[in-house]
């Protein structure tokens, strides 16, 4: 079937034409590399001003791009996708680092939920942004409910990883088998390294943060909370003993960051 671009564009078709890409809010660049990718793929030229991580303002164009009529027309619908999808959750990202006034280590997961083609831009954003895709830096096993429930019990869980002795355990609470309290115990006593307090009720990890104190485990694990939290929320974390906060949704879902593409005359 032709292209009707062929068509419409039959008069035109060898004239090369400049499109300048034009933020419509503040934000944060990602999708730098992939954008440039994409155009090269199709024969378009991309001319970025600015570079990964950089601030953008709306109306200050971030770049241009050099092509024919139908390769331009091409190019506007995979630049614009690229960089709007890729700088939202950037810039999503570096809001939650900024809330968090460096005293809570903002960690994003929910690229794992994605589709394939599209996940290691999320990671990028993610960490443009200046948060972390994992919830550790280090190597780590991650024992969530479903590894708990198949094994019997927290204990068992981390026993079968126990002589994985180069991993960091991460744990997750729920408070569903048994109490936020007992479910603490019986990880911080079985070895695990990390407390990932998954119910979204911050009365959750204050009784978590309690148990570990009673337990004289202060400053030897690390505690994680998540559960819908909000970015506007973040400072409200700041003073509860939380070392990390997993936000979901709010960054990998995050608003796009609208660009659009004018063509100069």
């Not at 948060?131 to 190597?139: E, G, M, N, Q």
């Not at 979204?200 to 485990?217: A, F, L, Q, S």
Request: with cysteine.
């Amino acid at each position: 079937m032709e292209d009707i671009r062929d068509i419409i564009f039959q008069e035109i078709a060898g004239k090369e034409f400049r499109a300048l890409l034009i933020p419509e809010r503040d934000g944060c660049l990602s999708g730098t590399e992939e954008a440039l990718r994409l155009t090269e793929e199709i024969g378009a030229k991309l001319n970025l001003f600015l570079h990964e991580g950089d601030d953008v303002k709306a109306g200050e164009p971030i770049g241009e791009v050099l092509a024919t009529p139908k390769i331009m027309a091409m190019a506007e619908e995979r630049v614009i996708g690229t960089l709007s999808k890729f700088s939202g959750i950037a810039t999503a990202s570096r809001k939650a680092v900024r809330l968090a006034q460096g005293k809570i280590r903002i960690v994003s997961g929910s690229w794992k939920k994605m589709p394939p083609e599209i996940k290691n831009g999320i990671r990028q954003a993610i960490v443009t942004g200046g948060a972390s895709f994992r919830i550790s830096s280090t190597p780590m096993v991650y024992l969530d409910k479903n590894y708990i429930r198949m094994l019997g019990s927290i204990p068992a869980a981390l026993n079968s990883v126990s002589g994985c002795t180069d991993l960091a355990k991460v744990i997750q609470i729920k408070g569903k088998e048994h109490s936020i309290e007992e479910e603490t115990a019986q990880a911080v006593e079985n070895g695990c390294s990390i407390l990932m307090v998954d119910t979204g009720n911050i009365e959750d990890v204050v009784r978590c943060t309690k148990k570990v104190e009673e337990m004289g485990m202060s400053g030897k694990l690390q505690i994680a909370f998540a559960g819908g939290v909000k970015l506007d929320n973040i400072p409200k974390f700041i003073n509860y003993g939380i070392d990390m906060l997993c936000i979901g949704k709010e960054i990998v879902d995050a608003p796009l960051l609208d660009i659009k593409m004018d063509v100069e005359l």
